[in-house]
């Protein structure tokens, strides 16, 4: 089992930034890759990035491309999300997630493993 713990979200203006942090502990973090989703209100989850288990590849879906940065720490066994330049359409709850998969997947349904979520509300 893995357990995931997100943190970091809030309310925060359009074009302002937020740093989401994914805590993991239960098996090795570095045997996962790492994705962050979102949900908002209505509608599907749908992929945000991920992160190689090494950290060496990271993949992002397009709407976010340029404006926000995953990473990860293994020695802290933590995953980040940087989000710039936010946008309303950006609201929504975001879920971290781990799979251990050796490629990086951007389907939520393969991860094995997600957290609660954390909100991220962005006014405009």
């Known amino acids: 089992q893995v357990q995931l713990v997100e943190s970091g979200g809030g309310l925060v203006q359009a074009g302002g930034s937020l740093s989401l942090s994914c805590a993991a502990s239960g098996r090795t973090f570095s045997n996962y890759a790492m994705g962050w989703f979102r949900q908002a209100p209505g509608k599907e989850r749908e992929f945000v990035a991920a992160?190689?288990?090494?950290?060496?590849?990271?993949y992002y879906a397009n709407s976010v491309k340029g404006r926000f940065t995953i990473s990860r720490d293994n020695a802290k066994n933590t995953v980040y999300l940087q989000m710039n330049s936010l946008k309303p359409e950006d609201m929504a709850v975001y879920y971290c997630?781990?799979?251990?998969?050796?490629?990086?997947?951007?389907?939520?349904?393969?991860?094995?493993?997600w957290g609660q979520g954390t909100q991220v509300t962005v006014s405009s």
């Open positions: 997630e781990a799979d251990q998969s050796v490629v990086v997947r951007t389907t939520s349904s393969y991860y094995d493993y």
């Open positions: 992160i190689s288990r090494s950290g060496g590849y990271t």
